[in-house]
């Protein structure tokens, strides 16, 4: 029997399908740095409460730190009965030290305890992962930065609309990034609150000190009701939604990518692509795809989740337990999606002759209305103007930019020698000098921003 499950007032034992049913240490192992780091500050709490001499605390510090040194080095057993990774943890340090161990739980309940694991285990894992994105923001700026003189086709609605650099497009991918990572940074400090010392859900009988438990353990703050604390996953929901976003924008450049590279614009790396068991010719964006993909699974977890806890009552109950394999495929995915981004990026080529090649001098339509605009045209006059223009090439079967000059004072007599002028990718792009726009300037700017928004994640 387990070490709760079979206490005191239970007579027959658990069925074994039910014991299967119940567990969940093959999933919440993984918080067993976090359960030892809070059991060693409730020791520690619990000398001020006088539940725990000085000695008493050490025998029990040290014991736990046995275990620690068993989880670590892979030689805890876990043994039948041990219901998930608070009751393992705790038969293992009672086997160690004896009858003291059983003071440990005093006042405390495995209702507060996965609560504080929990919250400690994400906080850790959106620390890590804001490294991550430190990272791919870095080596995407670096990016950009080394492909800043590369002009390509930008598109709306898939149609080719108006030239820009190929780095404006990188860091219009990067720039969704940035928030997720700000995102992230506010979302901490819901999560990083100590629950502690709620105990079951009324609150903790002995005095036990909240704040200390709260700063022992790097939390930021105590939670403000004992109800609440024990039943709140709000910090989980906020992950896997958090991470709903990051996989959208993962998503939409990895389409963004794999429609470049059937343009033969970019060059995805062979060491994030795959071959075709049947057709030898073939090699597939695979890792793009799957980039693409992990999106729906992301929302599914999150909306899943929420569906969880909708119609809950107070404070805990075993659906809860449902919260943890959610969170750990959230973080394991985003974790594996942003080392793929980052190497994705670090790694695929832009080809700049092929996307040049994707302009055409109807993309300069635009600037030829806004050459008139320069010569006091009302825009709407232009717009109409600089359209008879596309229809009379078309017409004609020749690009825009054949039209002679003859050609064009017949649409519209303000046409000058100087409208020739316009037919130059280069110069379209670097007018584009607004704040966020595609100019060289603009782009170095936006580089620049990302990079110390980065550096100081
Ligand atoms: N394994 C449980 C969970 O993950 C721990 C809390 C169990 N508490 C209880 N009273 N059954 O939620």
């Not at 620390?127 to 930065?145: F, M, N, P, S, Y």
Request: overall charge negative.
């Amino acid at each position: 029997g387990s070490l709760f499950g079979a206490g005191g007032r239970f007579s027959g034992g658990t069925d074994p399908i039910m014991e299967k049913f119940n567990e969940s240490l093959s999933f919440d192992k993984r918080m067993w740095a976090q359960d030892i780091r809070g059991s060693i500050a409730y020791a520690k709490a619990n000398i001020k409460t006088g539940i725990l001499t000085q000695e008493e605390a050490d025998q029990i510090v040290a014991g736990l730190e046995q275990v620690h040194q068993e989880w670590a080095n892979g030689t805890f057993e876990a043994k039948p009965g041990d219901e998930d990774i608070h009751t393992a943890n705790e038969r293992r340090l009672t086997e160690l030290i004896g009858p003291l161990g059983g003071k440990l739980h005093t006042g405390r309940s495995r209702n507060d305890q996965v609560a504080t694991d929990t919250r400690l285990w994400t906080v850790d894992a959106e620390k890590d992962i804001l490294k991550d994105l430190k990272e791919l923001l870095l080596v995407g700026a670096q990016v950009a930065r080394e492909n800043v003189d590369i002009l390509m086709a930008g598109y709306t609605h898939l149609q080719p609309a108006q030239p820009i650099r190929y780095s404006h497009w990188l860091c219009s991918h990067l720039a969704p990034l940035v928030r997720d990572a700000q995102r992230l940074q506010e979302i901490i400090p819901r999560a990083n609150q100590c629950p502690l010392g709620s105990g079951a859900l009324a609150g903790n009988a002995f005095g036990v000190d909240r704040e200390f438990l709260a700063e022992e353990l790097g939390f930021g703050a105590v939670t403000s009701n004992s109800l609440d604390s024990v039943c709140d996953r709000d910090f989980v929901v906020e992950f896997l939604f958090w991470s709903t976003m990051l996989h959208t924008h993962f998503s939409q450049f990895a389409e963004d990518v794999i429609i470049t590279n059937l343009l033969r614009g970019v060059e995805i790396s062979d060491a994030y692509a795959t071959g075709s068991s049947l057709m030898p010719q073939k090699k597939n964006p695979d890792a793009l795809e799957l980039l693409r993909g992990k999106a729906g699974v992301a929302l599914g977890r999150a909306v899943g989740l929420a569906a969880t806890l909708k119609g809950l009552p107070r404070a805990y109950n075993k659906d809860l337990q449902e919260d943890k394999v959610p969170l750990f495929q959230a973080v394991d995915t985003v974790k594996d999606c942003i080392a793929i981004a980052t190497g994705v990026i670090a790694t695929m080529k832009p080809n700049p002759d092929m996307l040049m090649k994707a302009l055409c001098p109807e993309m300069l339509a635009t600037d030829l209305a806004d050459y008139l605009v320069r010569k006091g045209v009302p825009f709407r006059e232009t717009h109409h103007i600089s359209g008879a223009c596309v229809r009379l090439a078309e017409e004609q079967k020749i690009s825009l930019d054949s039209l002679t000059l003859e050609q064009l004072q017949a649409i519209d007599a303000r046409f000058e020698e100087d409208v020739m002028k316009v037919w130059d990718y280069e110069m379209s792009v670097e007018r584009k000098s607004s704040t966020g726009g595609t100019s060289k300037d603009s782009v170095l700017k936006q580089i620049d921003d990302i990079v110390s928004f980065a550096e100081k994640l």
